[in-house]
């Protein structure tokens, strides 16, 4: 009997999982497995804050769940632990006799000091580690370039692979699993069991963790509504559901396959050119696999504060009672406002959005955009190590931008993408009455005005904490 184990990690799914089907293909029993590693669920960032918040820990612990009763339709389960994976697998082989270990290859620091802990870990027992791949919608075996070669700049690597490279087709699921019998299968923690000194915050993802609803929402943003078509138009929005797809949580824990997406997409429009919405997803998605590419390019240098290049910013405050100010959405700048709280009760922000506070944090309050990216991982539903750090060392000028970084003009910003002040009103309620003019530019409205509007600057709302340069 040969045996494998599969321990998932954020590859949640059962459809193009290439560690899962090889593992099957290979062993004659394997061995499912999921890890809650408390690093990861319980510790801090460095700047303090908890590394997982609690919006992310329930998609995550609702996308293992759905995984487990996925395994259990097809006569397996899913074992899940807690605990750290370099000392939990190589036990879980030894008193189980398993000959390989499949899984997907992380890139990033401590996701690698994990593997390669494990993999040592494992060759001291005889058991051989697998890597697999299935993050990304290309292939990197099937790239033109070495990672060491890969280009800097976004629209040079889109023309070096959008029209030459074929995306390999995604792997079907599994049509059944024979599993290694007789291992206690370990139960589910809840959110309640990694929260800490959060001040009470709740879970508020309006969508369901999990390989089930990636793919009703899959189904839902292409073929049921079409709403993919207007993508293009649409993406820069930042109120409501249809706006962009939401398909960042369920691809940052691996629940859906961008190769899925695409191949969706293809059926949705067998000329992707043709239809502007469509082709622009993929062109999301191909930013997604840049900054994947940069982490791998550039490894560890993703998180420094000077980026790639070590180039220091000029921006370096660290001042927390600052930072505080922004972390809490309450600048005074209505736009920030509205996207941090957006961000605090739902774990999720727009593109446009995080643009916006990313560049007011960093050209406005002059702070360490580190403080902004680490708040951001800790707060994210779809936290991606890559997406996240990429894009913030982007916006400070110390990633991969030709330019010397991304400041946003906040007046113009709200005139053309918040026009009728509907989304700052959604979640700043306290402004619904305040005529949009007015909260245009928080620099030139005064106390009198607002309070004509029975607010009362300072205490309902708070003033604009400094002058736009
Ligand atoms: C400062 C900052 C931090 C970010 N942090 C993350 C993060 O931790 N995780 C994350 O998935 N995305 C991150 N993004 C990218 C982007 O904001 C989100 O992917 C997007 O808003 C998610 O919503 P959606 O799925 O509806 O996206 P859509 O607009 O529908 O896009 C489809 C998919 O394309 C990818 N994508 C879109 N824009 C980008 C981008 N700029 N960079 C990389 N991939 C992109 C995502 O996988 C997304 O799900 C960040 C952007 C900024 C500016």
Redesign the pocket.
Known sequence: MKRAVVWFRSDLRLHDNEALTHAINTADEIIPLYIFDERVFKAKTSFGFNKTEVHRSQFIIESVTDLRSSLLKLGANLIVRIGSPEKIIPELCRSHKANWVYCNRERTKEEVIVQDELEANLWTIGVEMRYCRGKMLYHTADLPFPITQSPDVFTNYRKEVEKLIPIRLPLNAPKEVTMVEGIEEGGLPSVEDFTQDNNGMQPGFPLKGGETNALKELQYYLHETGLVSN?KKT?NEMLGRD???????Y??TGSLS?KLIYAELLKFAPDLSANEGAYW?YF??L??D??RLVGKKYGSKIFLQGGINNKLPDQQSEEMSLFNIWKEGRTGFPLVDANMREMNRTG????RG??I??SFLIYEMRMNWQL??EY??SM?V????C??Y???Q??AGVGVDPRQGRRFNLVFQAQKHDPEAQYIKHWIPELTDIPYSLLLDPNKYSSEQFFEYGITLGKDYPTPMLSLG
């Open positions: 993508y993406r706006y962009s797809s939401k398909f960042s949580a691809l940052a961008p997803l999301e998605l930013w997604r840049f900054f999720f922000m727009s593109n995080r643009q506070v990313a902004g990216a951001f991982e994210l779809d936290y991606d190590p997406s996240n990429g894009n913030w982007y916006i």
